[in-house]
């Protein structure tokens, strides 16, 4: 089991770079693929980025070049820098971790949930 929190998030202007950080515990962070989410008001929790056990990534169409997913498992954290940043962009964000032996993108298919971090972005 490994609990997960998310921290990093704010208020800023369109164009604007943060740095989210999703801290776990737990001796087996390593073994996990762990996923970014994020959910606006009115509308389902989904996929932003991905990162497998192996560090192979994935990306949502809406943040390819503009967001970028990356682990330290040595700090048992994994990070999500984002620039560019564009009212759109505005959600609770969420980290999450899944057991399963391929990198899944479904909020569905992860175990572990953080409690969200609240990015808004100001045109």
């Known amino acids: 089991q490994v609990q997960l929190v998310e921290s990093g998030g704010g208020l800023v202007q369109a164009g604007d770079s943060l740095r989210l950080s999703c801290a776990g515990s737990?001796?087996?962070?390593?073994?996990?693929?762990m996923g970014w989410f994020r959910q606006a008001p009115g509308k389902e929790r989904a996929i932003v980025a991905a990162i497998s056990r192996g560090s192979k990534t994935y990306y949502a169409d809406s943040v390819k070049g503009r967001f970028t997913i990356s682990r330290d498992n040595a700090k048992t954290t994994v990070y999500l820098q984002m620039d560019s940043l564009s009212p759109e962009d505005t959600a609770v964000y969420y980290c999450?971790?899944?057991?399963?032996?391929?990198?899944?993108?479904?909020?569905?298919?992860?175990?572990?949930w953080g409690q969200g971090t609240q990015v808004t972005v100001s045109s």
């Open positions: 737990g001796r087996t962070f390593s073994s996990y693929h």
């Open positions: 999450a971790a899944d057991s399963h032996s391929s990198l899944l993108v479904s909020p569905r298919e992860y175990d572990y």
